[in-house]
């Protein structure tokens, strides 16, 4: 055989491979899930020991997902496990895992249900080796409206609250910055509460004595309360005025989440 058959022939394998690969996806899609600020149910009876489930994402914000297997030979209900997907089916679940696990059969139970922080666009739901189950999720916007860098800092008003989305699947090293723009001398109180499975490290800086930044950290579902101030023996002075800057960034790669940030 010459080069040349033998490059058709390999051409014609790899087509039909990749055709016979397309054949099974699209047998192994199932229903689509579907996303509202209300609790929205997927019932699902699978057609393959693999299912996908497009998953469309209209906004940045925090998914809630829950979810119950069915037993094929009673009515009981049981966990569920699935892989969250990005759009490349890259799986992106919580601590770098291949797979989440929900039980939503137990309201009680501490896995009842997960939470992750995404950007808007296509993801996927994986579910593999169960016959009849139901994914129930919830969504919850969060803008994305820090800078990603100092010099493109958002601007942050007082008593103005804005917030920052770190979602799955993004890269570790991102930062959100915000800019406070202080007209005169004043103590400044900040705030940030962290939302989602994601801790922060939260980083102040600007003029002296602050200029090196004053680091803190706030742990998931919980609020950050700092205050700012120019220490001189026992005396608490006032900030000069100027510029101002909030570094926020996570603590971990494989979680996901989003803070507010405001101060006064």
């Given at each position: 055989?010459?080069k040349?058959?033998?490059?058709?022939?390999?051409?014609?394998?790899?087509?039909?491979?990749?055709?016979?690969?397309?054949?099974v996806?699209?047998?192994?899609?199932?229903?689509?899930?579907?996303l509202?600020?209300?609790v929205?149910?997927?019932?699902?009876?699978?057609?393959?020991?693999?299912?996908?489930?497009?998953?469309?994402?209209?906004?940045?914000?925090?998914?809630?997902?829950?979810?119950?297997e069915?037993?094929?030979?009673?009515?009981?209900?049981?966990?569920?496990?699935?892989?969250?997907?990005?759009?490349?089916?890259t799986?992106?679940?919580?601590?770098?895992?291949?797979?989440?696990?929900?039980n939503?059969?137990?309201?009680?139970?501490?896995?009842?249900?997960?939470?992750?922080?995404?950007?808007?666009g296509t993801?996927?739901?994986?579910?593999?080796?169960?016959?009849?189950?139901?994914?129930r999720t919830?969504?919850?916007?969060?803008?994305?409206?820090?800078?990603?860098?100092?010099?493109?800092?958002?601007?942050?008003?007082?008593?103005?609250?804005?917030?920052?989305?770190?979602?799955?699947g993004?890269t570790?090293?991102?930062?959100?910055w915000?800019?406070?723009?202080?007209?005169?001398p004043?103590k400044?109180?900040l705030?940030?509460?962290?939302?989602?499975?994601?801790?922060?490290?939260?980083?102040?800086?600007?003029?002296?004595?602050?200029?090196?930044?004053?680091?803190?950290y706030?742990?998931?579902?919980n609020?950050?309360?700092?205050?700012?101030?120019?220490?001189?023996?026992?005396?608490?002075?006032?900030?000069?005025?100027?510029?101002?800057?909030v570094?926020?960034?996570?603590?971990?790669?494989?979680v996901s989440?989003y803070?507010?940030?405001?101060?006064?």
């Amino acid at each position: 055989m010459n080069k040349r058959s033998v490059l058709r022939t390999l051409l014609a394998a790899a087509v039909f491979t990749l055709m016979m690969s397309i054949g099974v996806w699209a047998e192994a899609y199932g229903p689509n899930i579907q996303l509202s600020t209300s609790v929205l149910d997927t019932d699902v009876v699978a057609t393959d020991s693999t299912m996908l489930h497009r998953l469309e994402v209209p906004s940045d914000g925090v998914v809630s997902f829950t979810g119950v297997e069915y037993s094929s030979y009673s009515n009981n209900k049981y966990g569920l496990s699935f892989s969250l997907l990005s759009s490349s089916f890259t799986p992106i679940n919580r601590y770098g895992s291949s797979s989440t696990y929900v039980n939503g059969a137990d309201v009680n139970s501490s896995s009842f249900s997960r939470e992750y922080a995404l950007k808007r666009g296509t993801y996927f739901i994986r579910v593999t080796n169960t016959k009849y189950y139901t994914i129930r999720t919830l969504f919850t916007a969060a803008n994305d409206q820090g800078g990603l860098s100092k010099k493109k800092a958002a601007t942050l008003k007082r008593k103005a609250q804005k917030s920052c989305v770190f979602g799955a699947g993004e890269t570790y090293d991102k930062a959100e910055w915000f800019k406070i723009n202080l007209t005169k001398p004043r103590k400044l109180t900040l705030e940030v509460t962290a939302h989602g499975d994601a801790s922060y490290r939260v980083t102040f800086s600007g003029p002296k004595p602050y200029k090196k930044g004053d680091v803190s950290y706030v742990s998931s579902g919980n609020v950050m309360t700092a205050k700012y101030w120019i220490r001189r023996g026992r005396k608490k002075l006032k900030l000069k005025k100027g510029k101002y800057y909030v570094k926020i960034q996570r603590s971990s790669n494989n979680v996901s989440g989003y803070c507010t940030v405001k101060w006064w």
